[in-house]
């Protein structure tokens, strides 16, 4: 299995443009989140989604769209990109919807907005 | 909403001694679960101990032991004889089960190891 995927590794994007950061697992998980992560901030929740067609908002959701068409993919899209969206993204995915477990993590995407 | 609190953004310990890592978090909830994430250089994000609620018993997993209190809402992390490799951004995080499947975390606390 390779677990929790994300790409790219790395991006740099100019204020207003968008794009999307791709998450994928292969461990047939139900549950799937994205999480930034900031300087002195710890993680916090963007958007989760506990199955196909099934999403919803986490912590700090403005500026961020989400969609789960399958099982194996949740892909982030930053519609138009800002400063304060300088951050690392962090995708996780869990298999148990009926009792909170070890949630695996991807290795991260940092993105830098100029 | 629960909060949850690391008091110290850095700790440093020598090789081969124990340290330990604070945690404090608030919530009204009775059961719930407790998680010590580990982040070394690489950015990943590593489990190290998971903590039910309800179990009075604390935690351990080879070197790496909790203390919780659950009347104080603390939740401590202890790491006996230390490693190099230990060396990391430590994270309590909360999840108040059932449904709700968020992880709130805490802003870490980096752990240097020094041989």
């Known amino acids: 299995n390779a677990g929790v995927t994300q790409t790219p590794k790395f991006q740099v994007l100019k204020t207003g443009q968008s794009m999307t950061l791709q998450c994928a697992q292969d461990?047939?998980?139900?549950?799937m989140s994205w999480y930034r992560q900031d300087p002195g901030m710890g993680l916090r929740l963007i958007h989760y989604?506990?199955?196909?067609?099934?999403?919803d908002q986490g912590e700090v959701p403005n500026g961020y769209n989400v969609s789960r068409s399958t099982t194996e993919d949740f892909p982030l899209r930053l519609l138009s990109a800002a400063p304060s969206q300088t951050s690392v993204y962090f995708c996780?995915?869990?298999?148990?919807?009926?009792?909170?477990?070890?949630?695996?993590f991807g290795p991260g995407t940092r993105l830098t907005v100029l | 909403a629960q909060t949850v609190t690391q008091s110290q953004p850095e700790m440093s310990v020598q090789e081969a001694e124990t340290v330990t890592l604070s945690c404090t978090y608030d919530?009204?909830?009775?059961?719930?679960?407790l998680f010590w994430y580990k982040q070394p250089p690489s950015r990943q994000m590593i489990l190290v101990i998971r903590?039910?609620?309800?179990?009075?018993q604390n935690a351990t997993e080879n070197r790496f032991s909790v203390n919780f209190q659950k009347a104080a809402k603390s939740f401590s992390l202890k790491i006996s004889d230390s490693q190099l490799g230990d060396a990391a951004m430590y994270f309590c995080?909360?999840?108040?089960?059932?449904?709700?499947?968020?992880?709130?975390f805490g802003k870490g606390t980096l752990l240097t190891v020094n041989p």
């Open positions: 996780a995915s869990s298999y148990s919807l009926y009792r909170v477990d070890e949630q695996f």
């Open positions: 461990m047939n998980h139900e549950y």
């Open positions: 989604s506990v199955g196909a067609g099934i999403t």
């Open positions: 919530t009204s909830e009775s059961d719930y679960y």
């Open positions: 903590q039910e609620a309800y179990k009075q």
């Open positions: 995080a909360f999840n108040s089960g059932g449904s709700n499947y968020k992880l709130t």
